[in-house]
């Protein structure tokens, strides 16, 4: 089988059914489309409701004169990353967990739709190439040991993408949830008993975890282990990609040294597009897209197959 984990912020899978239909053609395994806590149908119904997110988007930028890129489709979100910037960790932690659960129970032969000896492959999107990093990184029971992850639009740590967007997170969010995770988290953690045991060196999906939020903590941890299974890890940036450039991609996954061999391609497409969306569905430019569509995942599908 192969995951596919998508991006932060989304309710809906309507973009990646394209993705997962032509893996599923590429390779013949099949694509389980695996959501995000508090994303796609595990988000409230509330937060897709125009009306009320226009509105919540409008107290913001009433509250913080100075706020960037708050729009109807992040007021959900970054309200409540604000308010409580350790959700990023719940909800990734929670994933992970989940990931971990639904995988073993197909191991152990407990699943109806999957075979024991089936393998787990992944395909990660933006923020869920952070999600699949970590499960690769700490590799709970050896689950994934032989697990294949390709990433497009992602792979960089935390500190080192640019999430303010009208589709991911406003300006005001992105300070709070930067100064949490990355300024003042050892300050945060002493107070906080709970969290503290999630993210402590005795956890390995806590260490795992806060190897991936700053590009200067746990570098040997992780560069280590991204040289262990470089030959299983491959990666897709684009040239114009604004929240993942592509030199923060290879910054993380071929090291400080640039000698981890991790393959990191950088596309670029001869129409307008943008890192949300790179394969826009827009008059007049469908046989570039299409060109660009099949060009991206005939890499995806020739690494997985």
């Known amino acids: 089988m192969i995951l596919l984990f998508h991006g932060f912020n989304e309710k809906h899978w309507h ?14 395994k099949t694509i389980v489309l695996f959501p995000i806590a508090f994303h796609m149908n595990r988000a409230p119904a509330a937060w897709s409701d125009p009306r009320l997110m226009h509105q919540v988007s409008k107290r913001r930028r009433e509250e913080f004169p100075d706020l960037l890129n708050s729009s109807l489709l992040n007021a959900a979100i ?24 639904f995988v073993e129970s197909c191991t152990r ?65 992105n300070v709070h949830l930067y100064s949490f995770l990355v300024e003042h988290l050892e300050s945060h953690l002493k107070h906080d008993v709970k969290l503290s045991a999630c993210l402590s060196d005795g956890s390995e999906s ?18 280590e282990r991204f040289e262990k299974m470089s030959r299983r890890i491959s990666a897709i940036a684009l040239a114009k990609d604004e929240v993942i450039p592509p030199y923060e991609v290879e910054n993380t996954l071929n090291g400080r040294n640039r000698n981890i061999p991790i393959r990191v391609r950088t596309l670029d ?7 949300e969306d790179p394969f826009p569905a827009q008059p007049g430019i469908s046989t570039e897209v299409n060109e660009g569509f099949r060009d991206v995942f005939d890499i995806i599908g020739c690494f997985l197959k």
């Open 15 to 28: 973009k990646y059914l394209p993705w997962a239909a032509r893996m599923l053609e590429d390779t013949g």
């Open 269 to 275: 497409f001869p129409y307008p597009y943008k890192h």
């Open 109 to 173: 032969g407990e699943h109806p739709l999957f075979n024991k000896a089936c393998s787990i492959d992944i395909m990660a999107y933006s923020i869920g190439g952070f999600l699949s990093q970590v499960l690769l990184l700490s590799n709970p029971d050896g689950l994934f040991s032989e697990t294949r992850l390709f990433m497009f639009c992602g792979g960089p740590v935390f500190n080192r993408i640019s999430p303010v967007s009208k589709f991911i997170l406003d300006s005001e969010a």
């Open 206 to 223: 806590g260490v795992a975890f806060r190897s991936m939020l700053s590009y200067k903590s746990r570098v040997a941890y992780r560069e």
């Open 78 to 101: 970054s309200s409540r990353l604000q308010r409580n910037p350790q959700r990023f960790i719940w909800s990734g932690l929670q994933t992970y967990h989940d990931v971990k659960d």
